[in-house]
């Protein structure tokens, strides 16, 4: 198949990268800036698509900034919390409807381009705190996007069973160079280590039982100190 894959340069869709390709899929990449404050990720994703050989493009979405406004990753007057996603905090971390615009984005290049399919790296563990990762809602956005065209375009989820750690076994399979990949939302020099995706992430990998090779800020919690503080869940 010829896919459109929807890329941030974080590490659910860069091992999802790696296994469309592996499955002998041409693959497309689509990173959307928004205005995100953690605008390393959209670097990330340019280098990893340019090394693999990947087209890549770069939607300039940012004129719709003000219109996100009260997420933590659109608005510099609303601090990223720190903590495990399961906590109440997390949902200042929810950019309005902002699946639904990737992907109708990616679905009009997919339409354009006549591939077969547009991908994105939904997995189990997405939180119920982020409404546009349930599974209610691909489902009625994969069907819109059948009818939006006579080119009839698919959209494919093949993480959707998976758990964040079982990405990470998966990447590690398929020689993903994790050290590559962005996460964190502050926006910093090097990954947090203490804010929701970079908890999610650290968790990932112990659970894994796969080496992590981010680079932490020198402020970034020991894992002791987060199993202390409750921010890991237990397998």
């Known amino acids: 198949m010829n896919v459109v894959l929807i890329y941030s340069g974080g ?77 109440e905090t997390m949902k200042a971390t929810v950019v309005p409807n902002r699946n639904m615009i990737m992907l109708s984005v990616a679905a009009g290049w997919a339409i354009a381009s006549k591939c077969d399919a547009v991908a994105f790296a939904a997995h189990s563990g997405d939180h119920a705190i982020y409404p546009d990762c349930r599974s209610e809602f691909a489902d009625a956005l994969a069907a819109a996007i059948r009818l939006a065209d006579w080119h009839e375009v698919t959209l494919i989820r093949p993480f959707v069973a998976l758990t964040k750690a079982e990405i990470v076994k998966k990447g590690a399979a398929l020689g993903v160079q994790f050290a590559d990949t962005w996460s964190c939302y502050k926006g910093g020099a090097l990954h947090c280590g203490r804010c929701g995706t970079c908890i999610e992430r650290r968790e990932a990998f112990q659970l894994a039982g796969v080496d992590d090779p981010t680079a932490y800020a020198p402020t970034a919690p020991g894992l002791d100190e987060l199993i202390l503080n409750n921010w890991r869940l237990q397998p």
């Open 11 to 87: 590490l659910d869709s860069t091992v999802l990268l790696y296994h469309l390709r592996n499955e002998g899929h041409e693959v497309r990449t689509l990173t959307v800036d928004y205005g995100q404050r953690h605008v390393r990720e959209i670097e990330s994703a340019g280098r990893i698509a340019e090394r693999l050989g990947c087209e890549h493009r770069l939607a300039d979405l940012r004129s719709i900034t003000s219109l996100l406004g009260g997420s933590s990753l659109t608005s510099t007057e609303v601090q990223v919390p720190d903590g495990h996603y399961a906590e």
